[in-house]
């Protein structure tokens, strides 16, 4: 059996969609209790109750650690709604996560990372609606600031898979040896 944590898991779209395609694997959802209550009515309908798992947190407490033993922590679209001290706790909170050979999946739309230049403007423009109209923190991040958040949390990148569906950066992080 797999087991991933998904951190900021949200209504569990992405683990739904895990469980359906992989009946190996286990998918525990870190976020906040309304949002595990609506993926836990989505995975009893789908029919994968048994193999969805939820732990409520508020996830910017930077003392409370995530749940341990873990194959993969995937986190999608998430960390560029923090700031980038947050940013490190969390990955070092996700480091901790992991079984022995375990991997950060990071999933972002980089601005340095765009095919076309028309891509990075509206990405490095979003920010400014994150931070004027969103939660004032959020903001759309390069490859580059987020490998020094990375090496920072304790991990080193294994491997990066650009240009995946509208843009956006697989970043497979591992703990430093």
Not at 47 to 53: L, Q
Not at 103 to 116: F, S
Request: net charge negative.
């Amino acid at each position: 059996m797999k087991k991933l944590l998904d951190v900021g898991g949200n209504t569990g779209k992405w683990t739904l969609a895990i469980t359906q395609a992989s009946p190996e694997t286990e998918v525990t959802i870190l976020d906040h209790q309304p949002q595990i209550d609506e993926a836990f009515k989505a995975a009893e309908k789908a029919g994968v109750k048994e193999r969805v798992h939820g732990v409520a947190m508020n996830l910017l407490d930077h003392s409370k650690a995530f749940p341990k033993g873990f194959d993969v922590v995937w986190m999608s679209q998430f960390l560029d709604c923090f700031p980038p001290k947050d940013i490190i706790s969390l990955l070092k909170r996700a480091k901790n996560a992991l079984n022995e050979n375990g991997r950060v999946y990071i999933i972002e739309p980089y601005w340095d990372r765009q095919q076309h230049e028309i891509g990075a403007y509206v990405l490095i423009n979003t920010s400014p609606y994150f931070t004027a109209l969103a939660n004032g923190t959020s903001k759309m991040y390069s490859a580059k600031d987020m490998h020094e958040y990375i090496e920072a949390a304790g991990l080193e990148v294994d491997e990066e898979i650009d240009n995946l569906g509208f843009g956006h950066t697989m970043t497979v992080c591992r703990q430093k040896p």
